[in-house]
């Protein structure tokens, strides 16, 4: 998995304007702007969405989650599980899954549920299907990309 994901970052930077405007080109539509990690406990990433809820992409003791908090109600209504690698493979060494990271984890981990590297599509187009389509979107200009 990790070099698959590892494989997956090296193509998201390939893209023009990468890994800055990455967020504001693909997912303007689904993403407000990117908040303080400090924000939450655990947190690694976290994201405003249009519609005010919060994407957070957590990492507790029991494991690497994507949560999403719909505006006013305090508790997580998604918690995709995912694996350890992703922080690694974003990492700019890959020894570091606590960063300093060349891509952001979040922008990674939603393009691998794109994918089907990481299971989960499913669950995120119910909850948040601006962001699947966003997190497509990227994987389609990464793909394009490759085969010039």
């Known amino acids: 998995m990790y070099d698959t994901l590892r494989t997956l970052a090296g193509q998201l930077l390939a893209v023009p304007g990468a ?9 303007s539509k689904a993403v407000r702007h990117a908040l303080p990690s400090s924000v ?3 947190a690694v990433e976290v994201w ?18 994507l949560g999403l908090c719909q505006a006013g109600v305090p508790a997580h209504s998604l918690l995709l599980p995912l694996p350890a690698e992703v ?4 990492s700019l060494s890959g020894d570091h899954p606590e960063g300093p990271y060349r891509v ?9 549920v794109a994918a089907g590297y990481v299971d989960g599509d499913r669950l995120l187009r119910s909850a948040a299907p601006d962001l699947l389509r966003s997190a497509q979107e ?11």
Do not use: K
């Not at 405003?48 to 989650?65: H, I, K, Y």
């Not at 922080?87 to 974003?90: D, E, F, M, Q, V």
């Open 48 to 65: 405003r969405l249009a519609d005010a809820s919060v994407l957070s992409l957590l990492n507790p003791p029991e494991g690497l989650t």
């Open 19 to 27: 890994p800055d405007r990455l967020l504001s080109e693909y997912f």
């Open 87 to 90: 922080l690694s493979a974003a």
């Open 138 to 148: 990227l994987l389609l200009i990464t793909a394009c990309r490759l085969c010039g």
């Open 40 to 42: 939450g406990e655990h």
């Open 104 to 112: 952001s984890p979040m922008l990674l981990a939603l393009t691998a």
